[in-house]
């Protein structure tokens, strides 16, 4: 991970993808107030629409909503990125109004196109 930052946050979106099990929207759905560094967990609660961007939208079932258990060197991760955020935004006057975990340096979320497939 020492080469993901603003400009490919698509890699950070990966790692979390895969350390978590995670769907993409709601990998892109996640905001910082659903992340529990004290206890190590994130809330999955809801997914954003990244296809059409039209913002965030509920879980298609209810048991889709959970809490699940993070490693800390997932959540070492997560407090990079969200230093970088601050640093970034705060030098382009940006204000995160949604607190989401992954726009871009552009402050959009990404859509899939943008996350490489991984083939195995």
Do not use: C
């Not at 209810?62 to 990125?81: A, F, G, H, P």
């Not at 969200?82 to 204000?95: E, S, V």
């Amino acid at each position: 991970m020492e080469t993901a930052n603003l400009f490919y946050v698509n890699k950070f979106e990966i790692a979390l993808a895969i350390t978590t099990g995670m769907r993409y929207g709601e990998v892109v759905g996640l905001t910082w107030n659903d992340i529990d560094f004290k206890n190590h967990t994130l809330k999955i609660n809801k997914q954003y629409d990244y296809q059409t961007r039209s913002g965030f939208k509920k879980k298609k079932t209810e048991s889709s909503n959970r809490i699940i258990d993070v490693d800390i060197k997932t959540l070492d991760m997560l407090k990079r990125l969200k230093l970088m955020q601050f640093k970034l935004f705060l030098n382009q006057g940006y204000i995160n109004k949604h607190n989401l975990v992954f726009p871009n340096n552009r402050h959009k979320i990404p859509t899939d196109n943008a996350v490489p497939l991984i083939r195995l």
